[in-house]
């Protein structure tokens, strides 16, 4: 579930990559209305790998993909406040910055998920690979996106004497700054961009 700490900035806490390297990020519904226009197989795990249809749908707006994810539990922030992202404030430590991103939303939720609900991409599929993935829900259209990484301090709570003790410890962040725009952008961002973090917890 996710944790505001406004009605505009949602974190999602511990989140796992499934173990391969890569976070997806778009509509869902989005990406299927894709893969039905363009006659693209179930496995578009296949596809985007061997084809210039990933990049094209990247380009497009449907899909983002953040490539060298390590195996870590990372917190994800969904930020559309306006206000300072939490990843540029004096506690954190920024990594990567990385902006011109384009997303299209056509359902009214945004995804992050991970790289297996590619390998069999059907509508009897999606709930099954987004279940306790983070989500968000968002007015249809289009958006800009800028993609921060780093590390942010984070509570967590230990037991110690069978006391709960809060305690505030680095953790792997990535902050997806989204602004709805009027019409689609062009996508200026290095698609092939990698993610990879360095992380003091892990």
Request: hydrophobic share 35%.
């Amino acid at each position: 579930m996710p944790d505001p700490h406004s009605s505009r900035v949602y974190k999602f806490k511990e989140v796992l990559n499934d173990l391969i390297s890569y976070f997806l990020l778009g509509d869902l519904i989005s990406l299927k209305n894709y893969k039905d226009l363009h006659h693209l197989p179930d496995d578009l795990a296949t596809e985007f790998t061997t084809y210039e249809s990933g990049d094209n749908a990247v380009k497009e707006g449907i899909l983002i993909p953040l490539a060298g994810i390590e195996n870590y539990p990372y917190t994800i922030i969904f930020n559309l406040s306006g206000e300072t992202p939490e990843l540029l404030k004096t506690d954190s430590e920024l990594q990567i910055r990385e902006s011109g991103y384009i997303l299209k939303i056509e359902s009214e939720t945004l995804h992050l998920f991970t790289w297996r609900a590619l390998n069999n991409f059907k509508e009897s599929t999606i709930e099954e690979f987004t279940q306790n993935k983070p989500h968000i829900s968002l007015e249809n259209g289009w958006y800009t996106l800028e993609i921060l990484g780093g590390q942010t301090l984070q509570d967590s709570i230990i037991n110690e004497k069978g006391e709960n003790l809060i305690i505030r410890e680095s953790e792997p962040t990535l902050e997806f700054i989204l602004s709805k725009t009027k019409e689609k952008k062009e996508c200026t961002a290095d698609i092939f961009r990698s993610y990879t973090l360095k992380s003091n917890s892990y």
